[in-house]
C-alpha cells in the first residue's frame, strides 16, 4: 500500500510540475514554442463570436471550419475581451487543464480495467507528460477534449450496471454526442469498442437503445442542420478541403514511404522506406505476446485494449485512404492512446508479483526515457517555433504600416490573425472560410484564391539564398531570421507579385527571374 502511494504521488508530482513548467513561460513565447496555429484559428473565430461579430474568420464570411464543442468553450474566455492577447492566460489554463483532465480519465480507465496502480500511474504521466502531450494536448486543439470524452464513455460502459436503466442509455448518448463534437471522425476510433465489446452489448443491442440515440440526437442534429442551413452540407468546410474524392492508394502509399524516409533521417542511416513500419509492427508484436502470456488474468483488459487498438486502425486507414493529410500529430490521437494503454499494460503484466522495488525503478526507467524523448522531440521543433516568432514580429510592422481593416492573406494565417483581431486577415489553406475558398483550396487555385480574398497585402515563405526579385514598390517587407535554423522567411508582397511568383514557381515561390507585373 505505501509502495501504491509513492507511486501516485510521483505521477501527480511529476505532472503538476509540468504543468508548471508550461504556465511559467512567456504569452509569446508560449505562442512560439508550444501552440499550434490551428488553435489560434480557434480563438480567432471564438473572439469574435464573443465580439458579437458571428462565426467568422476573416470578418467577411461565416465559417464553420472547426470541431464544435471546442469552440464552444473557447467562446466564453473572450466575452469583455478587447484582444485574443488579453485572455491568454485564461486561454492556456483551458488548454493545460483539459489536458490534465485527459490524462486523468485514462489513468482511470486503465486502474478501473488492472486494479493496477503502477498502470494507471503509467498512464497518468504518458498521456500528462510525454512529448505528443507536450506539443499536442497542450497546443490549444481540441484533442485533449475527444481524449477525456473517450475515456469517459469507455468508463462509462465498462462501470455501469448489468441492466442500465433509462437513464445511463440518455447519458451513453450524451457522451457519444460530446465525443462526437470534439472531434467529428472519434466515432470510428471507438466504433469497434462499442460494436463488439462485452460491456457495450449491454447498451447496444437492447430495446432501450432508443434512448441512447435520442441523448445523441438532442445535441447533435441542431449542429448538423445549422451546418445544412448555412453551408449546404453537414460537413465543416475544413473536412471538405481535407476529404479526397474517391481512394488514392498511391497516395496513400507514398505517405507510408515518407514516414520511412523520416525515420531514416533522424536515425542518421538508409534503412529504406519501410524501415518504420516494420519496428511499429515489432512493438505491437511483442506487446501483444506479453498481454497473451497473462490473458487469463486480465482478460477483460486485454479485450478493451485490444479493441481500442482496432478502433485506432481503422481511425488510421481511413485518414490513409479518405483524407488529405496524415503525417499531423493530432490526427493520431487514437493510435497514441492506444499504443500507450498496450504499454501500460504490457508493463503491468510483466512486473505482476514483483517486489515494491522493482516496479518503484520501473516506474523510473520509464519517466527517464519520456524525459529523454522529449528532448529530442522538442530540438524537432526549432523551425517551427522560428516560423512563429517571426510572424508574431510581422504582425507588429502591420499594426504600424497597414490601416486597421486593411486586407491580408497568407497559408497558415492563424498566428498572425491572433495578433491583429481587428484586421481582416484570411486564410489560402481554405479551413477557415467559405465554401466558395473551400472550392478553390480543393483544386489548389491559390491565385484564383488571393484574388477571392480581394488581398491588400499577401505574405510568402521565401527560401534562403532564392530570393524574389527585389521591388521597393512591390516587396514591403522582409522578416528577419530568428535563428540560424530557420530555412524560411517572411515576405510581405502586393497580390499580383504574389500570383506570379506562384505561377512560375508553385512549390518554392522562388522563380529564377519575375518581371514587374502592373
Same mark, same amino acid.
Given at each position: 500500500?505505501r509502495? *501504491?502511494?509513492?507511486?501516485?504521488?510521483?505521477?501527480?508530482?511529476?505532472s503538476?510540475?509540468h504543468?508548471?513548467?508550461?504556465?511559467?513561460?512567456?504569452?509569446?513565447?508560449?505562442?512560439a514554442?508550444?501552440?499550434? +496555429?490551428?488553435?489560434?484559428?480557434?480563438a480567432r473565430?471564438?473572439?469574435?463570436?464573443?465580439?458579437g461579430?458571428?462565426?467568422t474568420?476573416?470578418?467577411?464570411?461565416?465559417?464553420?471550419?472547426?470541431?464544435?464543442?471546442?469552440?464552444?468553450?473557447?467562446?466564453?474566455?473572450f466575452? +469583455?475581451?478587447?484582444?485574443?492577447?488579453?485572455r491568454?492566460?485564461?486561454l492556456?489554463?483551458?488548454w493545460?487543464?483539459?489536458?490534465?483532465?485527459?490524462?486523468?480519465?485514462?489513468?482511470r480507465?486503465?486502474?478501473?480495467?488492472?486494479?493496477?496502480v503502477?498502470?494507471a500511474?503509467?498512464?497518468?504521466?504518458?498521456v500528462?507528460?510525454?512529448?505528443?502531450? /507536450?506539443f499536442?494536448l497542450?497546443?490549444?486543439? *481540441?484533442?485533449s477534449?475527444?481524449?477525456?470524452?473517450?475515456?469517459?464513455? $469507455?468508463?462509462?460502459?465498462?462501470?455501469?450496471?448489468?441492466?442500465?436503466?433509462?437513464?445511463?442509455?440518455v447519458?451513453? #448518448?450524451?457522451?457519444?454526442?460530446c465525443?462526437?463534437l470534439?472531434r467529428?471522425?472519434?466515432?470510428?476510433?471507438?466504433? !469497434?469498442?462499442l460494436?463488439?465489446?462485452? &460491456?457495450?452489448?449491454?447498451?447496444?443491442f437492447?430495446?432501450?437503445s432508443?434512448?441512447?440515440?435520442?441523448g445523441?440526437?438532442? !445535441? $447533435?442534429l441542431p449542429?448538423?442542420?445549422?451546418n445544412?442551413?448555412e453551408?449546404g452540407?453537414?460537413?465543416p468546410?475544413?473536412?471538405?478541403?481535407?476529404?479526397?474524392?474517391g481512394? &488514392?492508394? =498511391?497516395?496513400?502509399l507514398?505517405?507510408?514511404?515518407s514516414?520511412?524516409?523520416e525515420?531514416?533521417?533522424l536515425?542518421?542511416?538508409?534503412?529504406?522506406?519501410?524501415?518504420i513500419?516494420?519496428v511499429?509492427?515489432?512493438?505491437?508484436?511483442?506487446?501483444?505476446?506479453?498481454l497473451?502470456r497473462n490473458r487469463?488474468? #486480465?482478460g477483460?483488459a486485454?479485450?478493451?485494449i485490444?479493441?481500442?487498438?482496432? #478502433?485506432?486502425?481503422?481511425?488510421?486507414?481511413?485518414?490513409? @485512404?479518405?483524407?488529405?493529410?496524415?503525417n499531423?500529430?493530432?490526427?493520431v490521437y487514437?493510435?497514441?492512446?492506444?499504443?500507450?494503454?498496450?504499454?501500460?499494460?504490457?508493463i503491468?503484466?510483466?512486473l505482476?508479483?514483483?517486489?515494491?522495488?522493482?516496479?518503484?525503478?520501473?516506474?523510473?526507467v520509464f519517466?527517464?526515457a @519520456?524525459?529523454?524523448?522529449w =528532448?529530442?522531440? &522538442?530540438?524537432?521543433?526549432?523551425?517551427r517555433?522560428?516560423?512563429?516568432?517571426?510572424?508574431?514580429?510581422?504582425?507588429?510592422?502591420? @499594426?504600424?504600416?497597414? !490601416?486597421?481593416?486593411?486586407?491580408?492573406?497568407?497559408?497558415?494565417?492563424?498566428?498572425?490573425?491572433?495578433?491583429?483581431?481587428?484586421?481582416?486577415v484570411?486564410? %489560402?489553406?481554405? %479551413?477557415v472560410?467559405n465554401?466558395?475558398?473551400?472550392?478553390?483550396?480543393?483544386?489548389?487555385?491559390?491565385?484564383k484564391?488571393?484574388l477571392?480574398?480581394?488581398?491588400?497585402?499577401?505574405?510568402?515563405?521565401e527560401?534562403? #539564398?532564392?530570393?524574389?526579385? *527585389?521591388?521597393?514598390r512591390?516587396?514591403?517587407?522582409?522578416s528577419?531570421?530568428i535563428e540560424?535554423? /530557420?530555412?524560411?522567411r @517572411?515576405?510581405?508582397?502586393?497580390?499580383?507579385?504574389?500570383?506570379?511568383a506562384?505561377?512560375a514557381?508553385?512549390d518554392?515561390m522562388?522563380?529564377?527571374?519575375?518581371?514587374?507585373v /502592373?
Open positions: 500500500m509502495t *501504491e502511494r509513492l507511486l501516485v504521488a510521483f505521477g501527480v508530482l511529476l503538476a510540475l504543468a508548471t513548467y508550461l504556465l511559467s513561460f512567456p504569452a509569446q513565447e508560449y505562442l514554442r508550444f501552440a499550434v +496555429g490551428d488553435a489560434m484559428a480557434y473565430v471564438a473572439f469574435n463570436i464573443a465580439a461579430r458571428g462565426s474568420f476573416d470578418l467577411d464570411s461565416m465559417t464553420n471550419g472547426y470541431h464544435p464543442l471546442w469552440m464552444w468553450m473557447n467562446i466564453p474566455v466575452y +469583455g475581451a478587447h484582444s485574443i492577447l488579453d491568454f492566460q485564461l492556456r489554463a483551458l493545460i487543464a483539459s489536458g490534465i483532465f485527459a490524462a486523468i480519465a485514462w489513468a480507465v486503465i486502474w478501473l480495467m488492472t486494479r493496477d503502477l498502470s500511474t503509467l498512464m497518468l504521466v504518458l500528462a507528460v510525454s512529448p505528443y502531450s /507536450t499536442v497542450y497546443s490549444g486543439l *481540441e484533442t477534449l475527444v481524449l477525456f470524452f473517450s475515456a469517459l464513455l $469507455v468508463h462509462f460502459i465498462i462501470a455501469s450496471s448489468p441492466v442500465p436503466n433509462r437513464r445511463a442509455h447519458c451513453l #448518448g450524451l457522451l457519444l454526442a465525443t462526437f470534439s467529428l471522425d472519434s466515432v470510428l476510433f471507438l466504433m !469497434p469498442f460494436l463488439l465489446s462485452r &460491456d457495450s452489448r449491454k447498451f447496444i437492447t430495446p432501450r432508443l434512448y441512447s440515440a435520442v445523441f440526437a438532442l !445535441p $447533435v449542429y448538423l442542420v445549422w445544412v442551413k453551408f452540407s453537414i460537413l468546410v475544413s473536412g471538405q478541403v481535407k476529404t479526397l474524392d481512394v &488514392d492508394f =498511391g497516395r496513400s507514398s505517405i507510408l514511404q514516414w520511412g524516409a525515420f531514416s533521417r536515425s542518421g542511416h538508409v534503412l529504406g522506406a519501410s524501415s513500419l516494420g511499429l509492427l515489432t512493438l505491437i508484436i511483442v506487446l501483444f505476446l506479453l497473451w487469463a488474468k #486480465g477483460q486485454l479485450t478493451v485490444l479493441l481500442l487498438v482496432l #478502433g485506432a486502425l481503422a481511425h488510421y486507414a481511413y485518414y490513409c @485512404l479518405f483524407m488529405r493529410e496524415l499531423v500529430p493530432w490526427h487514437p493510435q497514441f492512446v492506444s499504443v500507450s494503454a498496450l504499454v501500460t499494460l504490457a503491468e503484466s510483466t505482476r508479483g514483483k517486489s515494491s522495488l522493482a516496479r518503484i525503478a520501473a516506474f523510473l519517466t527517464t @519520456l524525459a529523454v524523448g =528532448g529530442v522531440y &522538442d530540438s524537432l521543433k526549432s523551425r517555433r522560428d516560423e512563429s516568432r517571426a510572424l508574431i514580429a510581422l504582425s507588429s510592422w502591420f @499594426l504600424e504600416h497597414a !490601416p486597421v481593416g486593411a486586407r491580408i492573406t497568407m497559408y497558415d494565417s492563424f498566428l498572425l490573425a491572433a495578433y491583429l483581431p481587428d484586421y481582416n484570411s486564410d %489560402l489553406n481554405g %479551413l472560410g465554401q466558395e475558398l473551400a472550392l478553390l483550396a480543393k483544386q489548389k487555385s491559390v491565385d484564391m488571393v477571392a480574398t480581394a488581398a491588400q497585402y499577401v505574405i510568402a515563405r527560401p534562403d #539564398g532564392c530570393p524574389i526579385q *527585389e521591388d521597393s512591390q516587396v514591403l517587407y522582409r528577419p531570421l540560424t535554423t /530557420t530555412k524560411y @517572411l515576405v510581405v508582397l502586393s497580390p499580383n507579385v504574389f500570383i506570379a506562384w505561377q514557381d508553385q518554392n522562388c522563380p529564377d527571374r519575375l518581371e514587374s /502592373t
